[in-house]
T-cell receptor
Framework: GENVEQHPSTLSVQEGDSAVIKCTYS??????FPWYKQELGKRPQLIID?????GEKKDQRIAVTLNKTAKHFSLHITETQPEDSAVYFC???????????FGGGTRVLVKP | DTEVTQTPKHLVMGMTNKKSLKCEQH?????MYWYKQKAKKPPELMFV???????INESVPSRFSPECPNSSLLNLHLHALQPEDSALYLC????????????FGQGTRLTVV
């Protein structure tokens, strides 16, 4: 089955700096790659996603890149703010019905 | 309405109890999921229903029994659980077509004593 590795497991950045989280996946048939943000005690919420026919996608301060050949994708957050502090999960799926395989998560702390 | 609603928010149950978790959505989604999330870990898929039929069971013990009474409702029946089953149980839904966003409910925090 699919295996998703995520790094780093924790990331501490100064407010205003950029944060980068990287994920690799094992199944070349995976074609949908969402990123979820989960605040303490809350539900995972989709912040951005990318499909395999696209190499890069941006939404305000958040961007995701995908390298299908290398089977890795990354989340970039620019101009970080304290409210960006949370756990971020990458995920991958290939099947109808959206069976998501999650990475291990990255705990991001933005220091004011 | 872009909400997935789960009840109860918190549940404490003994190992001999029978209880049910409920999930509801009114977004017209025809795929619904149960995930289990332990502290500081990612969500792990348990079950997938597609068009009210169980399509994926990730080798979950039989003490967890899912049910999809209709296209808006998903239940998880619990019986004879173990303390290690204590976790956050998340329901999610999506359109069943490939590559569509999954919306998560706020979860039920289950404690087995």
């Amino acid at each position: 089955g699919e295996n998703v590795e995520q790094h780093p497991s924790t990331l501490s950045v100064q407010e205003g700096d950029s944060a980068v989280i990287k994920c690799t996946y094992s199944d070349s048939a995976s074609n949908y790659f969402p990123w979820y943000k989960q605040e303490l005690g809350k539900r995972p919420q989709l912040i951005i996603d990318i499909r395999s026919n696209v190499g890069e996608k941006k939404d305000q301060r958040i961007a995701v890149t995908l390298n299908k050949t290398a089977k890795h994708f990354s989340l970039h957050i620019t101009e970080t703010q304290p409210e960006d502090s949370a756990v971020y999960f990458c995920a991958a799926s290939k099947t109808a019905g959206n069976k998501l395989t999650f990475g291990g998560g990255t705990r991001v702390l933005v220091k004011p | 309405d872009t909400e997935v609603t789960q009840t109860p928010k918190h549940l404490v149950m003994g190992m001999t109890n029978k209880k049910s978790l409920k999930c509801e959505q009114h977004m017209g989604h025809r795929a619904m999921y149960w995930y289990k999330q332990k502290a500081k870990k990612p969500p792990e898929l348990m079950f997938v229903y597609s068009y009210e039929k169980l399509s994926i069971n990730e080798s979950v013990p039989s003490r967890f029994s899912p049910e999809c009474p209709n296209s808006s409702l998903l239940n998880l029946h619990l019986h004879a659980l173990q303390p290690e089953d204590s976790a956050l149980y998340l329901c999610a839904s999506s359109l069943p077509e490939r590559n569509t966003e999954a919306f998560f409910g706020q979860g039920t925090r289950l404690t087995v004593v």
